[in-house]
C-alpha cells in the first residue's frame, strides 16, 4: 500500500516537520505548524520509500553513493 503522494499535512497543508527528541528507531514525526502527528519517522519513510527511490533515480543518486557533509 502507498500513502499519498503529498507530504502536505493532512491537518492544516504545511510541509513543515518537526523531530522532537526521541529513541533511535521510535521518533515520531509532528507537523511544525499543528502538530499533527504523522507517526512513526520508519513508518513514515517506508510510506513514502517509492517517491524517494524516483527522486534519488532522477538525480542519479544512491543509498550507498558517497555524500558531502
Partial sequence: ??????PD???CGS???RFPPGREGQY???C???DHDFGRYDRLVADYRHLLD???AH?????????DV
Wanted: hydrophobic share 35%.
Fill in 54 to 56: 524516483d527522486l534519488e
Fill in 59 to 67: 538525480l542519479g543518486t544512491s543509498d550507498n553513493a558517497h555524500r
Fill in 9 to 11: 499535512c493532512p491537518e
Fill in 1 to 6: 500500500m502507498q500513502a499519498p503522494s503529498s
Fill in 15 to 17: 510541509r513543515a516537520k
Fill in 28 to 30: 515520531h514525526v509532528f
Fill in 32 to 34: 511544525a505548524a499543528c
